[in-house]
């Protein structure tokens, strides 16, 4: 249409919208409206806005995403879901078959995978081995170079370096097994009630740097306390360090995310012959409306935009690692590693170009003295979080919650490490930083999974668009 004729039909509109009173009344909100309306726009803390990230990673990087997570390295995941609950011991297994975990039998893992559990290359499986032979020997074998001794040294201490963000998951204990992520789904379980808010409610209580006084709001378990305001405990939220700050909103997407794959892949309907998986309008609803959460609800999806950002900024940086000619997605099938390799560097260098990272240096930045502290402060209260994940209840829920905390960690521990990654030699062995097969699969399977919370966000606005 010409412009001259669209802005005077806009102008007569508008004149008549103002003669006739319309201005006073505004449609009711939609069902999509309630969910999403507050949900765009510029993120807090962040120089990126909803719609950027949702065009991004809906049409460039999911699909891709997915092919790689399908792959043989990424599916296999070695977890030990037998370890105790450290902090209380009344944990009732839920008994129900939703929870069930199917571990993998021992010849359905490929064999490259299962001779180097932790290990990442040819050349660094021979590493370790020397390493690990040097260690049953009590002393780092002479015949081995100067340079090798070293690296050798350096990935021993590696898990319990101060830059893990993660309780490494005891994955050389008999009791650890290999899961097929991929036949085991993240989806509803029926996991509620009590014994999920109480593991909910540590996590909040006792791990985000929350004083005791300040309530959440809609907490289940502080019933009895009158109504509880949210200015009180936002306003504590807003003066807080950003850092402090993001770690809440860290966890809260973590929740977020968790909550919207349960809604999505809910059990809709079940005949003794097949169970049917699907969206759940009203499961989705009850957790994210903002009138039926009085406003909790698009804050906790903006928590969930947060974390992909932080995700999405780590695997930015953590490039040079996997460029490295040495590097590996090792599973004994030449071709395949290849070609996989080939697409997560792919994967990489469009993360890589997203413009509008969200910026971590703004983290830690104050007095040194002060920013180590909280970076102790900060990856001790993670690592008690991941420990957590031992206590709930129901193996499928614990599975993925601590595959999720892993590879939350893993992208913390890659932002704080920054410049070690930087310095890194090109090729030959890295001294000073370097990531296990635990990590790096557990970093993209919790990229992919909150890759695929916000691709479900998109079928959620549709479906509710659809019933209005
Ligand atoms: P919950 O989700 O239990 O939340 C408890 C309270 O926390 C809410 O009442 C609210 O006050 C607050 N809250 C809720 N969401 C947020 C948020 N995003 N940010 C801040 N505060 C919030 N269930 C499954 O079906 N499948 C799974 O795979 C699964 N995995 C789980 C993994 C873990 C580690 C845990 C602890 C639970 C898991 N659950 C899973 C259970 C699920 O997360 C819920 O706890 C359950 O569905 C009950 O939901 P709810 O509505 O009662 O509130």
Known sequence: MDRGWGFLIGLLGAVW???SGHREQQPPETAAQRCFCQVSGYLDDCTCDVETIDRFNNYRLFPRLQKLLESDYFRYYKVNLKRPCPFWNDISQCGRRDCAVKPCQSDEVPDGIKSASYKYSEEANNLIEECEQAERLGAVDESLSEETQKAVLQWTKHDDSSDNFCEADDIQSPDAEYVDLLL????????????AWKIWNVIYEENCFKPQAIKRPLNPLA??????????????LEGLCVEK??????????HA????????????????????WGHNITE???????????????????????LYLIELRALSKVLPFFERPDFQLFTGNKIQDEENKMLLLEILHEIKSFPLHFDENSFFA??????????????????????????????????????QTQG??????????????????????????????????SLFNAFGRISTSVKELENFRNLLQSIH
């Open 17 to 19: 919208l103002l003669s």
């Open 184 to 195: 085991n789904p993240e989806r509803y379980t029926g996991y509620k009630g009590p014994d």
């Open 223 to 236: 019933s009895g306390q009158g109504k509880i305001s949210e200015n009180t405990f936002y306003s504590w």
């Open 245 to 254: 700050r993001a770690f809440y909103r860290l966890i809260s997407g973590l």
């Open 257 to 276: 995310s968790i909550n919207v794959h349960l809604s999505a892949r809910y059990l809709l309907q079940e005949t003794w012959l097949e169970k049917k």
């Open 284 to 306: 989705f609803q009850q957790r994210f409306d903002g009138i039926l959460t009085e406003g909790e609800g698009p804050r906790r999806l903006k928590n969930l935009y947060f």
């Open 366 to 403: 104050g007095d040194k003295k002060e920013a180590h502290k909280l970076k102790e402060d900060f990856r001790l209260h993670f690592r008690n979080i991941s420990r957590i994940m031992d206590c709930v209840g129901c193996f499928k829920c614990r599975l993925w919650g601590k595959l």
């Open 408 to 441: 939350l960690g893993t992208a913390l521990k890659i932002l704080f490490s920054e410049k070690l990654i930087a310095n890194m030699p090109e090729s030959g062995p890295s001294y000073e930083f370097h990531l296990t097969r635990q990590e790096i699969v």
